[in-house]
């Protein structure tokens, strides 16, 4: 089992940086994909960034392309998300999601992901 802890969302102006991270614990494993997803109702949960770390796979929709960067500090089994020039769409709360090898890659990027955190709000104003 694995649990997922996010931190590090808060309020920020526009144009300003954020780093979130997400923490995980109980069985970590070297084929782990991870993603990074937001909700900001009424719009439905999407996914910003995907890492599959052995593989050295990262991909990122496209409003956050240039702007964020997903990374997994496999010392700390830390997922972080860099977040910088942020801008007033990007509110919402952020979720943590895991998942194994590359059936779970496929369920993470369908949004369908084995484990979530409980979510971290940023609010750019």
């Known amino acids: 089992h694995v649990q997922l802890v996010e931190s590090g969302g808060g309020s920020v102006q526009t144009g300003g940086s954020l780093r979130l991270s997400c923490t995980v614990s109980g069985h970590t494993y070297s084929n782990m994909t991870m993603a990074w997803f937001r909700q900001a109702p009424p719009a439905e949960r999407e996914g910003v960034a995907f890492i599959y770390n052995s593989r050295g796979t990262a991909i990122y929709e496209d409003s956050v392309e240039g702007r964020f960067t997903i990374s997994y500090d496999n010392a700390r089994d830390t997922l972080y998300l860099q977040m910088n020039s942020l801008q007033p769409d990007d509110t919402a709360m952020y979720y943590c999601?895991?998942?194994?090898?590359?059936?779970?890659?496929?369920?993470?990027?369908?949004?369908?992901?084995?484990?979530w955190g409980q979510g971290t709000q940023v609010t750019v104003s």
């Open positions: 999601a895991a998942d194994y090898g590359l059936m779970g890659w496929g369920r993470l990027r369908l949004g369908r992901a084995t484990y």
